[in-house]
Each structure stands twice: as structure tokens, then as C-alpha cells.
């Protein structure tokens, strides 16, 4: 009778183990990488003298180790019960996924430094110290709506596009500074700055209940949208005059021939919530992300092939 008592209680703590990993994998959320892809995307496009066993390091840093351990600390801290980014029903989250993030944190650290370069790793340091600022209960940046806003439109955007660019390219800090990829990298935190806000548009209650005040909350529902439009509509005057300058304005029409169907999602969202606040929700948001991940994805990637790939050839 003990045998099987100790042998159940064995398979349980197995079973909960095992749960325990599932939910940690789950929360994260490394397919939400993909929304922010983009940057990365972007940088690598307009990148001279490519280091390209770096670019590949620098992509499994980013999208494989610093920002999912990033989604898993928010979600650790907020303990999630409503829908976030990428998952509708968010599984509790376990004490495990706090000392995962911990360690990927450090093991991010750590390669950045010892197989790219110092630059790029006190960037990554820097990165990740910003996303526990936002996050962590001690500071918890994300309770203050502008100041929230701010550390996302610059890390995510503009900050990423830099770091990705001193990764992996052979560019030093002042010759992206002094160049006209300031203008991209400022189109960048613009354009992650404008979708931003549309992310929170249906956490007003969830995000109140937990103490934050998202920017979101400020602006309402239509105000969301107005801000949105007019930061996505400050990124395409900037990207104009990046092209321009680049001597190459037949990508910025490619560009907006390729957010076309963005556009157009945005548009029909935006009159639904405008009629019916509970259009504002998990599944809308979640395909404005997705078409807006394809179509910048799409239009970077072929970014790429044109001033990389068929260049070489």
C-alpha cells in the first residue's frame, strides 16, 4: 500500500513537472516573434558589408532567446488570466518560468558578447534591463502610459534597428548615426509606436484591474486609432525621404503596394469600433498584427533579395 502511494504521488509531481515546462514553452510565446521581425528585417536590408554568420547569431539572440524571455517575464509578473499577444487563453503561469527567463536572459548576454561583438552585447544588456524596467513590480514602467509608450517606441523600433545593424554588419555606432539610417531606424520606432497602442485596445479593463494605465486607456478607442494613423503616417513621410535619399523611390512605392491589405484591415476595424466598442477585441487585434506581420515581413524580405541577394548575383 505505501509502494503505491509513493508510487502515485511520484507520478503526480511527474505530471505537474511536466505541466509546469508545457506552460513555461507556452508563455514564451516564441511565435510572437515573428511580429517583431520586421525591425530585424528592415535593418538587415539596408545594411552594408553584411557579416552574414553574424546576421544569423544575431536573429537567434533576438527572436529566440531575448524577446521570448521577455514575453515570459511580463507574463510571469502580470500572471495573465485574460488574452495576451499571441495566446487567447494564457495558461497559468509557473514559478519555473521565472528562472527560465532568468537564464536565457544571461545565456543571451553571454553569446552576444563572447560571438558577436561588446557593442552589441551592451546593447542586448540594455535592451533587457529596459523590458524588466517595463515589467518588474519594483519599477513597473508599464503603470505610467507615456513613459510606457516611450520604452517601446525606442527599443523595439529604433533601438533594435541600430543594434541589429551593429551586430551584424561592419558599421560602427557613428557610421549609422551620421547617416541617413537614422531616418530608417526613427520609421522603425514609429511604426512599432503606431501599432503599439492598437495592442492594448482590448486590455483597458484587464490592464486597470492590475494597477496599469496603458496609453490605450488615455486615448479611448478612437483616440487609439487617430494616434495610430498619425504616427503610421509620420513613417511614410519618413520612409519617402529615406528612399529619396537612397535614390531608390520605387521602394517606397513597393511599400505601399505591399501594406495595401493592412490598410485596408485597418480601415474596416477601425468603422467596426467605431460602431460597436466591443469590436475592440482579442481576435481583431490579433489579425491586425498578423496581417501587418505578413505584408512588413513580405516587403523587408524582399528588401533584402533586391539590395543583397540579386545584387550579389
Same mark, same amino acid.
Given at each position: 500500500?505505501?509502494?503505491?502511494?509513493?508510487? &502515485?504521488?511520484?507520478?503526480?509531481?511527474?505530471? *505537474?513537472?511536466?505541466?509546469?515546462?508545457?506552460?513555461?514553452?507556452?508563455?514564451?510565446?516564441?511565435?510572437?516573434?515573428?511580429?517583431?521581425?520586421p525591425v530585424?528585417?528592415?535593418?538587415?536590408? #539596408?545594411?552594408?558589408?553584411?557579416?552574414? &554568420?553574424?546576421?544569423?547569431? @544575431?536573429?537567434?539572440?533576438?527572436?529566440?532567446?531575448?524577446?521570448?524571455?521577455? *514575453?515570459g517575464y511580463? &507574463?510571469?509578473? !502580470?500572471? !495573465?488570466?485574460?488574452?495576451?499577444? /499571441?495566446?487567447?487563453?494564457?495558461?497559468?503561469?509557473?514559478?519555473?518560468?521565472?528562472? @527560465?527567463?532568468?537564464? +536565457?536572459?544571461?545565456?543571451?548576454?553571454?553569446?552576444?558578447?563572447?560571438?558577436?561583438?561588446?557593442?552589441?552585447?551592451? +546593447?542586448?544588456?540594455?535592451?533587457?534591463?529596459?523590458?524588466?524596467?517595463?515589467? /518588474?513590480?519594483?519599477?513597473?514602467?508599464?503603470?505610467?502610459?507615456?513613459?510606457?509608450?516611450?520604452?517601446?517606441?525606442?527599443?523595439?523600433?529604433?533601438?533594435?534597428? @541600430?543594434?541589429?545593424? @551593429?551586430?551584424?554588419?561592419?558599421? %560602427? =555606432?557613428?557610421?549609422?548615426?551620421?547617416?541617413?539610417?537614422?531616418?530608417?531606424a526613427l520609421?522603425?520606432?514609429? +511604426?512599432? /509606436?503606431?501599432?503599439?497602442?492598437?495592442?492594448?485596445?482590448? #486590455?483597458?479593463?484587464?490592464?486597470?484591474?492590475?494597477? !496599469?494605465?496603458?496609453?490605450?486607456?488615455?486615448?479611448?478607442?478612437?483616440?487609439? =486609432?487617430?494616434?495610430?494613423?498619425?504616427?503610421?503616417?509620420? %513613417?511614410?513621410?519618413?520612409?519617402?525621404?529615406?528612399?529619396?535619399?537612397?535614390?531608390?523611390?520605387?521602394?517606397?512605392? +513597393?511599400?505601399?503596394?505591399?501594406?495595401?491589405?493592412?490598410?485596408?484591415?485597418?480601415?474596416?476595424?477601425? &468603422?467596426?469600433?467605431?460602431? !460597436?466598442?466591443?469590436?475592440?477585441?482579442?481576435?481583431?487585434?490579433?489579425?491586425? *498584427?498578423?496581417?501587418?506581420?505578413?505584408?512588413?515581413?513580405?516587403?523587408?524580405?524582399?528588401?533584402?533579395?533586391?539590395?543583397?541577394?540579386?545584387?550579389?548575383?
Open positions: 500500500m505505501l509502494g503505491l502511494r509513493a508510487g &502515485s504521488v511520484s507520478l503526480s509531481n511527474y505530471l *505537474n513537472h511536466m505541466t509546469e515546462l508545457k506552460n513555461t514553452i507556452i508563455l514564451l510565446r516564441f511565435p510572437f516573434s515573428i511580429y517583431l521581425l530585424f528585417l528592415f535593418a538587415i536590408s #539596408q545594411g552594408t558589408q553584411l557579416d552574414i &554568420s553574424n546576421t544569423v547569431i @544575431v536573429f537567434f539572440i533576438l527572436h529566440l532567446i531575448i524577446y521570448p524571455s521577455s *514575453n511580463n &507574463s510571469y509578473i !502580470d500572471q !495573465d488570466t485574460e488574452s495576451i499577444g /499571441g495566446l487567447e487563453k494564457p495558461p497559468t503561469p509557473p514559478r519555473l518560468l521565472l528562472y @527560465v527567463t532568468r537564464i +536565457m536572459d544571461v545565456l543571451g548576454i553571454m553569446i552576444s558578447l563572447w560571438l558577436v561583438n561588446m557593442a552589441f552585447g551592451t +546593447m542586448v544588456l540594455g535592451y533587457v534591463l529596459a523590458s524588466r524596467a517595463y515589467s /518588474g513590480r519594483s519599477i513597473r514602467l508599464k503603470k505610467y502610459p507615456v513613459i510606457s509608450f516611450l520604452v517601446v517606441f525606442i527599443f523595439q523600433g529604433g533601438y533594435t534597428f @541600430v543594434m541589429v545593424l @551593429v551586430g551584424s554588419t561592419f558599421l %560602427a =555606432f557613428s557610421d549609422i548615426l551620421t547617416s541617413s539610417l537614422v531616418l530608417a520609421a522603425s520606432s514609429l +511604426m512599432i /509606436g503606431g501599432g503599439y497602442p492598437l495592442t492594448q485596445i482590448y #486590455q483597458h479593463e484587464a490592464d486597470a484591474a492590475n494597477g !496599469d494605465a496603458t496609453l490605450s486607456m488615455v486615448l479611448k478607442h478612437k483616440g487609439t =486609432f487617430l494616434f495610430s494613423i498619425l504616427l503610421f503616417g509620420l %513613417a511614410s513621410v519618413l520612409l519617402l525621404v529615406y528612399f529619396l535619399r537612397q535614390q531608390n523611390i520605387s521602394h517606397f512605392f +513597393m511599400f505601399q503596394l505591399f501594406i495595401a491589405p493592412l490598410i485596408i484591415w485597418f480601415v474596416i476595424w477601425m &468603422s467596426k469600433v467605431w460602431k !460597436d466598442s466591443a469590436q475592440a477585441n482579442f481576435r481583431n487585434t490579433m489579425m491586425m *498584427n498578423n496581417i501587418s506581420a505578413i505584408c512588413l515581413n513580405l516587403f523587408y524580405g524582399t528588401l533584402i533579395v533586391l539590395n543583397h541577394i540579386l545584387e550579389i548575383s
